[in-house]
């Protein structure tokens, strides 16, 4: 397995967010940087023993935040159902508003369609942290999952690549 992020198309609003999950053939593949497109940053962030050398964390779209995820059982199945532990901190210092809400998607861009399932996504804590689960990658290849945050009403994405094989 193989994560990358996405940084080249870090860029996508709330509506381009919306559109994108509304429409199963979206065009975003031609946006899509090569393989080994540079992480978008490698700022670091508070690590736990837990956190795997897979975890990965980046910027999202605006910079508002640094989003890092780790799957809950050390790695990710194919085909099958799994989680992952979020951990979200804004790049200001400040603290995350109490209503910010956290959502999860995947994709598999050059095929045009995205998970048979839609991730549930616990409350945020007061530290960042929350837990998506019910993710599904369930065909080998790539996969662009993204990551959601909304405060007081603007969404900002944060985007990986996973390869399964
Ligand atoms: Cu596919």
Redesign the pocket.
Known sequence: MRIVPCSSFARLTLVATVWLCACGKAPVAATVPPADAAPAHSAPIPTTAAASAIARDARSADGTYIVRWLPVNGAIPEAEVFGIAIEIVRTDGSVLAKDAVVTVDAE?PH?G?GMNLVPTVSQLDPKGNCVAEGLLFH?P?RWVLAIDVEEGGVSERTQWYVDIE
């Open positions: 598999m095929h369609h065909m290849g």
